[in-house]
């Protein structure tokens, strides 16, 4: 007797050793790791009541790292570890958090950056997930990874190594690859792709993505890519720019397209005009 459809079905997502995962769980326990680090709800002045959050959040993602094909013990340990470095990771989101807040004129308070500015939460949900990527834990990062793509429209890759003091402004359609090398103090705009040139499975262990020095900006819709493609120390990368190649330091590089305005006057009314 022939199989029908639906028992085909149930029998090849079967057909291999399975990982079973709530990625609704992760998410929730990303949005309380955002709150308990930085502190934003008032029942955490209560130091007891901050301590017992963290053993929470510690004993969840040991969870979830043992979900994703690690013993009971590696989980444990690499959850321990995690937590035991989160004073250095809080200084460091601190620092991106105060750049943002000094260059960008918009920024009434520094409140008004840690609750609403969508590239600052990217830029924590990132360095929480290349974390866990050094630390080789497997699906993790990249499904905390995906939850800041689709909330802000950013995606940045947790292999990639971001410098201190990141500033991503706006941030919309911002992509960032794996092998990326990003220094400190380095501003990039909505738009921006730090790609590859080509994608092959064959070179997934080579350097695909491009280096971006220290204190370079990039302005909004400009693409870099290549592995071998470094952005020099200091260089200002204009918009809607196509690079390929590497830019020395302290250059400037812009697109030059021209405009033609003509008054509308010259012009017969259209009739019957669609689009």
């Known amino acids: 007797m022939k199989m029908d459809k639906l028992q085909l079905l149930h029998k090849s997502n079967f057909s291999q050793t399975r990982i079973y995962f709530d990625k609704r769980q992760v ?28 053993d929470e959040l510690r004993t969840e993602l040991s969870r979830f790292i043992k979900q994703v094909g690690s013993t009971s013990e590696v989980s444990n340990n690499k959850a321990i570890s995690f937590f035991e470095e989160i004073a250095v990771l809080h200084e460091t989101l601190v620092s991106d958090l105060k750049v943002i807040f000094e260059f960008d004129p918009a920024a009434k308070s520094k409140e008004e950056v840690l609750l609403s500015y969508p590239g600052f939460f990217a830029i924590v949900v990132h360095r929480l997930a290349n974390k866990l990527w050094k630390s080789e834990v497997p699906i993790l990062p990249r499904l905390i990874s995906e939850y800041a793509h689709s909330k802000t429209g950013i995606d940045i890759h947790p292999g990639a190594t971001i410098g201190k003091r990141f500033f991503i402004d706006h941030g919309t359609g911002v992509v960032i690859g794996e092998t990326t090398i990003i220094g400190n103090d380095v501003k990039i705009y909505q738009g921006v792709t730090l790609g590859a040139l080509s994608v092959s499975k064959d070179k997934a262990k080579e350097k695909r993505h491009p280096t971006i020095e220290d204190k370079v900006v990039v302005y909004a819709n400009a693409t870099i890519l290549g592995g071998k493609t470094t952005i020099g120390k200091g260089a200002i990368i204009g918009g809607n720019v196509w690079i390929t190649e590497s830019i020395p330091s302290q250059s400037l590089v812009f697109h030059k397209s ?18």
């Open 27 to 54: 998410e929730s326990w990303l949005e309380d790791f955002f709150i308990w680090i930085f502190c934003i709800k008032k029942e955490y002045e209560d130091f007891s009541i901050f301590q017992r959050k963290e």
């Open 258 to 275: 021209e405009i033609v305005i003509k008054s509308k006057n010259k012009f017969p009314e259209p009739i019957n005009f669609s689009i």
